[in-house]
T-cell receptor
Framework: AQRVTQPEKLLSVFKGAPVELKCNYS??????LFWYVQYSRQRLQLLLR??SRESIKGFTADLNKGETSFHLKKPFAQEEDSAMYYC??????????????FGQGTILTVHP | DAGITQSPRHKVTETGTPVTLRCHQT?????MYWYRQDPGHGLRLIHY???????DKGEVSDGYSVSRSKTEDFLLTLESATSSQTSVYFC????????????FGEGSWLTVV
């Protein structure tokens, strides 16, 4: 079974501080991992995916297969980063190919 | 937005009545998903489809059924709505193959009274 865990429901930081949103996964195959952001109950928007190894809005995430983690990081948080963040795992091989599972989400609040 | 629309966007219905939510796409993507979003639970997968007439259950499929008779439409049906199914429902689509971006609809707010 595939599973995504985001241990922090709420995370508060001050503007300019570093931020790390944690994501751990459980999956035996070759996963594709993503981070999505949602502002004020709008539709989810793709922030990052591990295969592209890009940086969006200053956020980065590295897949650590040994620790089965895909933590999201930003060195200097901005107030506009306040939102709900979801980590997601896509089954990219084997049975249930294409199944997409999300974590419980982390609400990030950046204080001025 | 990848041409994905959900309907209705808002609905209030009574307990015990059937409800159908529609997800429509114009991009010919193979994979389509239905999720519900609830505080404290995040996004939970209800059902997904990997082609016409090909569907599979997610983690919270009880009380829900789906149908996909053509590529562009993925219907979610609550056969007999209950108050516990009050939620925001999101549809998503994905193309076949690695690296395909996943797009989400704007959500359908369902209230069961």
């Amino acid at each position: 079974a595939q599973r995504v865990t985001q241990p922090e429901k709420l995370l508060s930081v001050f503007k300019g501080a570093p931020v790390e949103l944690k994501c751990n996964y459980s999956y035996s195959g070759s996963p594709e991992l993503f981070w999505y952001v949602q502002y004020s109950r709008q539709r989810l928007q793709l922030l990052l995916r591990h295969i592209s190894r890009e940086s969006i809005k200053g956020f980065t995430a590295d897949l650590n297969k040994g620790e089965t983690s895909f933590h999201l990081k930003k060195p200097f948080a901005q107030e506009e980063d306040s939102a709900m963040y979801y980590c997601a795992l896509l089954n990219a091989g084997g049975t249930s190919y294409g199944k997409l599972t999300f974590g419980q989400g982390t609400i990030l609040t950046v204080h001025p | 937005d990848a041409g994905i629309t959900q309907s209705p966007r808002h609905k209030v219905t009574e307990t015990g009545t059937p409800v159908t939510l529609r997800c429509h796409q114009t991009e010919n993507h193979r994979y389509m998903y239905w999720y519900r979003q609830d505080p404290g639970h995040g996004l939970r997968l209800i059902h997904y489809s990997y082609g016409v007439k090909d569907t599979d259950k997610g983690e919270v499929s009880d009380g829900y059924s789906v149908s996909r008779s053509k590529t562009e439409d993925f219907l979610l049906t609550l056969e007999s709505a209950t108050s516990s199914q009050t939620s925001v429902y999101f549809c998503a689509i994905k193309g076949q193959g690695p690296g395909n971006t996943i797009y989400f609809g704007e959500g359908s707010w369902l209230t069961v009274v």
